[in-house]
């Protein structure tokens, strides 16, 4: 199977030819993410799943490491989602709720379901898996089940937790129409980095704007990202230990 949960340990995973992605349900039913390298079964990232904390200051480490992260709490990482709800409250506690393995496209498709304790506010995270070329795609819904309107004040498609580097590279290329393949390579320090491909007519294929980015270390493998949007795109890259958004 491409992708895999194991019920006991609840622990998903997803396996291409050459790589696994892995990820569990921790003890505050909170998404984290255990693994993302060369190919490991799932009982092999089991000591990982666990909560972690280094001071009084910063007691929610695994925050770094959510597969999707929300505003609110006592966490000091960037959120995958801000919102506003009608009322004026910011703050989110949201949870795992259920998840299903379909088949979209033809392709192996997983949709995790994640729902807020208070508000009628659902959160589906969705990853699609090419094995053969060990790509994994991922995006989220954000769903209103309630009456109110919602304000989405920042949304992000997905965060990644990039496999451990010594020294993270970012390539990208840039340019005006016609010219937008001038190669950039830049050393990734802490703080962040955005790839933004602004505003594109409506008449453009949206296709032929997106921001293609790759992270790697010299001599290593190499990981690729590309952020598909009909209207603006923006990839945003936070190195703080090991997190990135995007």
């Known amino acids: 199977m491409t992708i895999q949960y194991h019920e006991q340990l609840r622990i998903f995973a ?9 990820f569990g349900i921790n003890e505050r039913e909170h998404l984290q993410h255990l693994y993302w390298g060369d190919p490991v079964s799932i009982e092999d990232s089991v000591p990982l799943l666990h909560l ?17 992260s929300f505003w609110g709490g ?44 208070v508000y009628a506010l659902e959160t589906q995270l969705v990853y699609r898996v090419i094995p053969e070329f060990d790509l994994v795609e991922r995006y989220a819904n954000i769903v209103n089940k309630g009456q109110e309107d919602i304000v989405l004040e920042s949304m992000q498609s997905a965060a990644w937790t990039l496999p451990y580097l010594q020294d993270y590279r970012l390539t990208h290329v840039t340019g005006k129409w016609s010219g937008e393949f001038q190669l950039r390579n830049t050393i990734l320090t802490e703080g962040k980095r955005y ?18 980015m790759t992270v790697f270390q010299p001599k290593q493998v190499a990981e690729y990202g590309l952020g598909h949007w009909l209207g603006a795109v923006t990839g945003r890259l936070l190195q703080r230990r090991r997190h990135s958004h995007m």
């Not at 997803?14 to 892995?22: D, E, F, K, R, V």
């Not at 006592?74 to 009322?87: F, G, V």
């Open 195 to 212: 790839l933004n491909r602004g505003e594109v007519s409506r008449t453009v294929m949206p296709t032929h704007g997106l921001p293609l």
């Open 14 to 22: 997803i396996q291409t030819q050459h790589s696994s992605y892995i």
């Open 74 to 117: 006592a966490s000091y990482t960037e959120p995958s989602l801000k919102l506003r709800m009608s009322d004026g409250v910011r703050d989110l506690q949201v949870r795992y709720d259920c998840h299903e393995i379909i088949e979209q496209d033809g392709r192996q498709t997983l949709i995790i379901t994640l729902k807020d304790q």
């Open 52 to 68: 972690q904390s280094h001071s009084s200051f910063d007691a929610e480490v695994e925050g770094e490491v959510e597969e999707y």
